[in-house]
């Protein structure tokens, strides 16, 4: 039976240092400046995520938490017993205690996530609360090939649970290629349930990611101070601000830091130029309508077979499995 101990990484493939700079800088040479939104999540930046989730403004957690809790039956019943279940992007792994909660006999439970400290630390306090169940988690790029670890005892089938809209933080045609892997690993037995966001009132989305109390501001930022602390970068945090933009001809919400004057900055030796008003794209987070995430399932070989949305259909979790 596993430990708390037992649930240290069981494969480290976190991005080196040496790829972050690598990224950081192919980033800042392109025109529109832009940085992979996987190098937000830190230790500090996960902590900074879970605060987003608890804030009025951010829907997303909330209905996606209240859609769980609702269906968990239906759920459990459509994912059956003794599944391994593999989360990807897994974070505090909070919702995920819905379905650990409800699901038969799990083989285990496989969270992967690129910040390792964070992913440690949430894999050790399921461990202790849920002794029954193996947890084996995976710190890789889930963007890259990696493997995954067998459960202790033969599983019915693999499962992958992708919750949080995270798949909306992919470009369309990334979507489908992650979309393809997972579909491979899950195969034909198998299935994923994802939550999805759906496309809504423009105020409410940017309220959502441009809060009042300034949480999602940090959440940006916090990626000037980790250039600086890892890529001895110069960045002055007072001299950028937290953008949010409606992107309508690709539906999603773009994420920015916007250089407030002209000013040259020194990332790992080399030296970046801003002029005033220019932005960091940092994040995208896509937004779906539900005809347009099956249209992207199909393509990368799912079908959709059960969705379950909220009042306001703000939000959805969709159950996938791969087509034959
Ligand atoms: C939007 S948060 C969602 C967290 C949690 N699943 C939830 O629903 O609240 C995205 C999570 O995915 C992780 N993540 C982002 N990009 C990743 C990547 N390329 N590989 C592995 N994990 C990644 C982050 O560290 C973070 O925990």
Known sequence: MPTSTDARPVLD????????????????????????????????????????????EYYPTRTEMGIMRRNIDAMAETIGPRTRLVE??????????????????????????????????????LAEDYPAIPVQPVCADYTTSFE??????????????????????????????????????????????????LKKDVDVLKAAYDDSEGVTAAFTKNLLRRMNR???????????????????????????????????????GETVEFEEGETIHTEDSHKYTLDGFAALA??????????WTDDRSYFSVQYCTVGA
């Open 13 to 56: 493939e976190a991005p080196t240092t040496e790829s972050f700079r690598t990224a950081v800088l192919t980033g800042l040479q392109k025109t529109q400046k832009r940085i992979p939104s996987k190098f937000l999540y830190d230790e500090r930046g996960s902590e900074l995520f879970d605060r987003i989730c608890e804030l009025d």
């Open 88 to 125: 990807y992007g897994s974070g505090s792994s909070l919702k995920t205690r819905i379905l650990l909660d409800h699901l038969e006999d799990l083989a285990s439970y496989v969270p992967v996530d690129i910040s390792k400290d964070h992913l440690a630390a949430a894999a050790d306090a």
């Open 148 to 197: 995954l670890p067998d459960p202790p005892l033969p599983a019915a089938c693999t499962v992958a649970y992708y919750p949080g809209s995270t798949i909306g933080n992919f470009r369309r045609d990334d979507a489908r290629a992650f979309l393809e892997r997972v579909a491979r690993t899950v195969g034909e037995d198998g299935g994923l349930l994802i939550g999805v966001d």
């Open 230 to 268: 890892e890529l001895d970068a110069t960045f002055d945090l007072e001299a950028f601000e937290h953008q949010v933009v409606w992107n309508a001809d690709r539906g999603c919400i773009e994420s920015h830091l916007r250089s407030t004057t002209a000013q040259t900055v020194s990332v790992a």
């Open 298 to 307: 199909n393509k990368a070989g799912f079908e959709v077979s059960r969705v």
